[in-house]
């Protein structure tokens, strides 16, 4: 469950789940509440992020939250959020480049680093894009 001691770090967050199975379901509903998040049940104008599992990048809702200008998300985003004890900042990824093997990579210079968004973007037009976006 939740480690003690959790802060509320996801007050602001008034949000829509879509697609996953009712388990995941739960365990993403509970952390987000006991965060502090509010669960508005439907998409629509209250609505901050849309959290999704299963639910492929040019889904209607998914097309709609963008053009909304939503923060669309996946579970892993709570999930990360959770671990780290933080809202990760779903743009920048920036918390997730760190650590020993970042160093040393860095260090490196033919390993190109980049975020799992380049991945993400590379899958959706089915090409490999340029990396300076992502490092």
Known sequence: MLPEGFSRIIIGVHFVLVGFNFLKQNQIRTKLLVGGGVDVSEYGPDCTHLIVDRTIYDDPICVAARRDGKVLVTGL???????????????????????????????????????HRWLEDCLMAWEILPEARYD
């Open 77 to 115: 985003w709570v999930e990360h959020s959770f671990d780290l004890g933080m809202t990760v900042d779903p743009v920048s990824d920036k918390a997730e480049l760190k650590g020993e093997k970042y160093e040393l990579a860095k260090k490196l210079k033919k390993i190109k680093l980049v975020n």
